[in-house]
């Protein structure tokens, strides 16, 4: 089993930054991907970014490329997501994610956490 543990949503006026931390433990694969999603009201959760955390490719939704930077610290056992230019379309529950590569992780993470509210105000 993997724990993953969310921290740093919050309320943030549009143009602002917020940066989301996620904490593993448990169960370690020799080489595994880590994630972010999120879910906003009334529609369904969609894949954010995700990292690869021996080789530290990352990958992200158009709608966040350019303003999101996904990142790894494996000392830390830690995936950060540090988010700019915030717009009010990116309200959401924020989840961090994990599986055993990318490929599987974009298509339906078996790890998830609990959830981060990040709201953006207008």
């Known amino acids: 089993q993997v724990q993953l543990v969310e921290s740093g949503g919050g309320l943030v006026q549009a143009g602002g930054s917020l940066r989301l931390s996620c904490a593993a433990s448990?169960?370690?694969?020799?080489?595994?991907?880590m994630g972010w999603f999120r879910q906003a009201p009334g529609k369904e959760r969609e894949f954010v970014a995700a990292?690869?955390?021996?080789?530290?490719?990352?990958y992200y939704a158009d709608s966040v490329k350019g303003r999101f930077t996904i990142s790894s610290d494996n000392a830390k056992n830690t995936v950060l997501l540090q988010m700019n230019s915030l717009k009010p379309e990116d309200t959401a529950v924020y989840y961090c994610?994990?599986?055993?590569?990318?490929?599987?992780?974009?298509?339906?993470?078996?790890?998830w956490g609990q959830g981060t509210q990040v709201t953006v105000s207008s």
């Open positions: 448990g169960r370690t694969f020799s080489s595994y991907a």
């Open positions: 990292v690869s955390w021996s080789g530290g490719s990352t």
């Open positions: 994610a994990a599986d055993y590569s990318v490929r599987k992780l974009v298509a339906g993470p078996d790890y």
